[in-house]
């Protein structure tokens, strides 16, 4: 935590305080507010841990609505939780019911007036954790199914974790995957935007996205043995905001992918190396954005990229977009059921 951050959060808490009181305390406040910060840091800083036994489950189920989790394997027999941060801002809950390890969380932080220095104090103290949260770490030792629910929390599942079916669900949390893990389901729910990586999607056999907003882009170089997807299916969910899906990768995301959407599907896709079987149906059509029209000149998707190109009203488009790729035996099937479609 940096002074800028704890100046910014002294400044709030002045302002809910009264500015002429809270300036006076304020200054009363500093030698205490230093104190109490190192005596905090250094709490902080220490992992606690929460369960460490031998246990014979086959389900993780975790919700957290305050802290961040990440998973991560064990090569021991036994499971490991530990909480790293604020330790002081839930209470965390572990059972063990019928081989389902169950991991839940509830707030302890409640809003007070400050009435005093003292007060002053553990205010900017929580103000300033606040941010920072707690992260629970659990350790597995073999295959597990992995259940998660945050609220702000991030989902972060580190390399060598065994899992057949992985559930998030989230409000407006991340996820994050190790490029080397492997699973048969990947399922994410979330309230506001999914961001995932080819080298994220590499290596899990069915994906399904349900979010207000997909973003899907190259990250990290694929390992050369990762396998396609074969089903990816993306969902956005009913919002009165402007919903997005882009998808901008050189390599395909799945041997047959899915997209519904009530809204604009854009696509900057390998369509000059790989074969594309395209389902595209919309409401109101299907543009080809000739930004980079170099690269198609000379090749049999000139013509949809030119901006003479008289079928960019045409709400449908069924088959191959490169022709020159129709002999080639693997092909990547596309439904698309939106608004509009995007190529790029």
Not at 136 to 163: A, F, W
Not at 256 to 271: F, W
């Amino acid at each position: 935590m940096n002074k800028k951050h704890i100046a910014t959060t002294i400044g709030v808490v002045f302002l809910t305080t009264g500015v002429i009181g809270g300036i006076i305390s304020g200054i009363n406040a500093m030698p205490s507010l230093m104190s109490k910060y190192d005596e905090v840091q250094s709490k902080f800083n220490e992992n606690e841990v929460l369960y460490d036994g031998e246990l014979n489950i086959s389900k993780l189920s975790v919700e957290l609505p305050v802290s961040h989790i990440e998973i991560r394997h064990h090569n021991k027999n036994n499971v490991l939780v530990e909480r790293t941060g604020n330790k002081d801002i839930s209470n965390i809950t572990i059972n063990n019911e019928n081989n389902e390890l169950i991991i839940s969380e509830e707030s302890k932080r409640v809003k007070k007036d400050a009435k005093n220095v003292d007060d002053i104090v553990q205010q900017i103290i929580d103000e300033i954790y606040t941010y920072d949260m707690s992260t629970i770490v659990i350790y597995l030792p073999k295959e597990t199914d992995i259940d998660v629910k945050t609220i702000n929390g991030y989902l972060n599942v580190e390399k060598d974790v065994v899992s057949d079916t992985l559930n998030f669900e989230t409000n407006n949390g991340n996820i994050s995957l190790d490029p080397s893990l492997s699973f048969k389901n990947l399922n994410i729910k979330s309230n506001l935007d999914v961001y995932l990586s080819t080298s994220e999607m590499y290596g899990i056999e069915n994906i399904k996205v349900e979010s207000y907003s997909v973003n899907i882009h190259d990250g990290s170089t694929v390992y050369e043995d990762s396998i396609i997807p074969n089903k990816v299916e993306i969902y956005t969910l009913n919002s009165d905001y402007y919903n997005n899906i882009s998808i901008d990768t050189n390599l395909p995301i799945a041997k047959n992918l899915t997209i519904n959407s009530n809204s604009n599907v854009r696509l900057d896709l390998p369509i000059l190396k790989y074969k594309f079987n395209f389902n595209i149906n919309t409401l109101s059509g299907i543009s080809y954005e000739n930004s980079d029209y170099d690269k198609y000149v000379g090749t049999p998707l000139e013509k949809y990229f030119n901006e003479d190109n008289e079928d960019t009203t045409k709400r449908e488009f069924i088959g191959v977009m490169n022709e020159s790729l129709l002999e080639k035996s693997d092909e990547y099937v596309i439904n698309i059921e939106s608004d509009s479609v995007t190529f790029e």
